[in-house]
């Protein structure tokens, strides 16, 4: 059996890809008369001509299925100062409307949630969806961005870390 043979763990993939360092945003959805929130690092731009944008959402969270019944969602670009605000967006088990209490945002085109505090964000409709295993490859095309100075938060080895400059 050579090297890329072996069977590969759930676990060992995780550990894995961990080895690849993303930047760190939480995606915002409304519907409804409610909003949502979830950090999320599965984030990439697909193409300029159009401007599309790629989001990775696990199908169990509820900001998926806002954003599913919404077909709008914005992508805040995080700071290495908004670690605390990171976890309160990953974490399940906080309300939505916990997670935006006491936050600082504003809503624009979409509607979508825009965190004052962040570096960056884009507003996005969704255009295509794809099954994509326990999550949704949600395809949005980008309506509204805007951007300000600041060094962002990334994830690396299972942590949020700060760059060097």
Known sequence: MTEGDKDISVDQYRCIMGNFATGVTVVTSAHDGRIGGM???????VSLEPMLLLFCADKRTRTHDMIDRSGVFAVNILTQEM???AKVFSDNG???????????YHTARTGAPILDENMGWIECQVTYRYAGGDHTIFVGAVVNAGERLG???VFWRGQYIKLRQ
Do not use: M, V
Request: charged share 30%; net charge negative; glycine share 4%.
């Open 151 to 153: 060094n962002p938060l």
């Open 39 to 45: 950090t999320a690092n599965a984030i990439t731009s």
């Open 94 to 104: 906080n309300p939505e409307e916990e997670r935006f209490r006491g936050l600082k």
């Open 83 to 85: 670690t605390e605000l």
